[in-house]
């Protein structure tokens, strides 16, 4: 089993920053990525950063310039550092990693952490 613990949400003023965390624990031989998603009410989960083996990054359109992706290979944690929030980043945030089992990726999720960005 794979476990994800995240960390770093809450409420934040327009403009203002936060720093998220998941750590990675439990049968991890071989991460082959971990990202952030994020869920606002009615919408669908989507993608916001992702980081893949070898520390190559992709953004969503929307978070490029204000979001930073990065992964610590030791601890197995990844960060995602927001900066100039807006309102519309207002979302549940999930943690998400593929795991190398062989010739397939198996994702694995975390519970979610709520971000606010309200004035």
């Known amino acids: 089993q794979v476990q994800l613990v995240e960390s770093g949400g809450g409420l934040v003023q327009p403009g203002g920053s936060l720093r998220l965390s998941c750590a990675a624990s439990g049968s991890i031989a071989s991460i082959y990525h971990m990202g952030w998603y994020r869920q606002a009410p009615g919408k669908q989960r989507e993608l916001d950063a992702r980081i893949i083996s070898g520390d190559s990054a992709n953004y969503a359109d929307s978070v490029k310039g204000r979001f930073t992706i990065s992964r610590d290979n030791t601890n197995n944690t990844v960060y995602l550092q927001m900066n100039n929030l807006k309102p519309e980043d207002t979302a549940v945030y999930y943690c998400?990693?593929?795991?190398?089992?062989?010739?397939?990726?198996?994702?694995?999720w975390g519970q979610g952490t709520q971000v606010t960005v309200s004035s």
């Open positions: 998400n990693t593929g795991i190398q089992r062989g010739v397939i990726i198996q994702a694995y």
